[in-house]
């Protein structure tokens, strides 16, 4: 094996229909990974996975019922676990809504949490001191730094994100099962249409960036083929910034 080469491995991608959770699925299947992709939207995830040449299973992993439909989905041990599925919510301090918290809190965080408890048999299966299994969550910088958008549950959930990588990463070292946390910058995404969308703000958004530019698909798909191969088996408990250097 070869220091990046993921080739062989299983890997789950929640939310892998669309956004950061598709740029990761593609970087695994064109890295030779066998991968699954999970999303609530059956059409949505189908496409999606015959575009790309890998699983797709429609769950709503906001449910057991919806995290037990994708546990059982994958056959055998997991290697690469990829806790990506999240939602967002922006609104004004004096008009944010209590079941924004609720949903973005039972999404971004409970999912995160259950999904992986629910995988954890396949992933000790497929664990061994030399090659880790490995659970990747996708935080935000948003959870680092306090953000300019009044997204309140959003950055406070993905901060909570961060801080169950490193809980579980504690818990999980002494069976090789490695916990790291990707947190991206600005990337074509759902999330960030809004402002992407629009020439100007998008403008305006890769100059904030010190680097000048919006994430790509390669730098996502980077980063997570990096934590899931050799070269990256002596990592856990990180919550890596990818995001051109605004978190600096």
Same mark, same amino acid.
Request: proline share 6%; net charge negative; hydrophobic share 45%.
């Given at each position: $094996?070869?220091?990046?080469?993921?080739?062989?491995?299983?890997?789950?991608?929640?939310?892998?229909?669309?956004?950061?959770?598709? $740029?990761?699925?593609?970087?695994?299947?064109?890295?030779?990974?066998?991968?699954?992709?999970?999303?609530?939207?059956?059409?949505?995830?189908?496409?999606?996975?015959?575009?790309?040449?890998?699983?797709?299973?429609?769950a709503?992993?906001?449910?057991?019922?919806g995290?037990?439909?994708?546990?059982?989905?994958?056959?055998?041990?997991l290697?690469?676990?990829?806790?990506?599925?999240?939602?967002?919510?922006?609104?004004?301090?004096?008009?944010?809504?209590?079941?924004?918290?609720?949903?973005?809190?039972?999404?971004?965080?409970?999912g995160?949490?259950?999904?992986?408890?629910?995988?954890?048999?396949?992933?000790?299966?497929?664990?061994?001191?030399?090659?880790?299994?490995?659970?990747?969550?996708?935080?935000?910088?948003?959870?680092?730094?306090?953000?300019?958008?009044?997204?309140?549950?959003?950055s406070?959930?993905?901060?909570?994100v961060? $801080?169950?990588?490193?809980?579980?990463?504690?818990?999980l070292?002494?069976?090789?099962?490695?916990?790291?946390a990707?947190?991206?910058?600005?990337?074509?995404?759902?999330?960030?249409?809004?402002?992407?969308?629009?020439?100007?703000?998008?403008?305006?958004?890769?100059?904030?960036?010190? $680097?000048?530019?919006?994430?790509?698909?390669?730098?996502m798909?980077?980063a997570?083929?990096y934590?899931?191969?050799?070269?990256?088996?002596?990592?856990?408990?990180?919550?890596?910034?990818?995001d051109?250097?605004?978190?600096?």
């Amino acid at each position: $094996m070869t220091l990046f080469s993921v080739e062989g491995k299983t890997v789950v991608v929640t939310g892998g229909s669309r956004g950061i959770g598709r $740029m990761i699925a593609t970087g695994f299947v064109e890295a030779g990974a066998t991968v699954y992709i999970s999303a609530r939207k059956a059409a949505e995830v189908e496409k999606t996975a015959a575009e790309l040449g890998c699983v797709a299973v429609p769950a709503d992993l906001s449910t057991p019922e919806g995290v037990g439909a994708l546990v059982e989905a994958v056959d055998g041990p997991l290697h690469v676990l990829v806790n990506n599925a999240g939602a967002t919510w922006g609104a004004p301090l004096e008009e944010y809504p209590e079941h924004a918290f609720d949903k973005l809190w039972n999404i971004n965080v409970k999912g995160v949490f259950y999904v992986t408890q629910r995988f954890l048999p396949q992933l000790r299966q497929a664990a061994s001191q030399e090659d880790p299994a490995r659970v990747i969550n996708v935080g935000s910088i948003d959870g680092i730094r306090v953000p300019t958008l009044e997204n309140y549950a959003y950055s406070a959930a993905k901060s909570g994100v961060h $801080m169950l990588t490193r809980h579980l990463a504690r818990q999980l070292a002494g069976e090789h099962i490695t916990v790291n946390a990707i947190a991206p910058g600005p990337f074509e995404s759902k999330m960030m249409a809004f402002a992407l969308d629009d020439p100007q703000i998008r403008e305006a958004v890769a100059a904030s960036v010190p $680097m000048g530019r919006i994430g790509r698909p390669d730098d996502m798909a980077g980063a997570a083929i990096y934590l899931s191969s050799r070269a990256g088996a002596y990592l856990t408990g990180t919550v890596i910034p990818v995001d051109g250097g605004i978190s600096c």
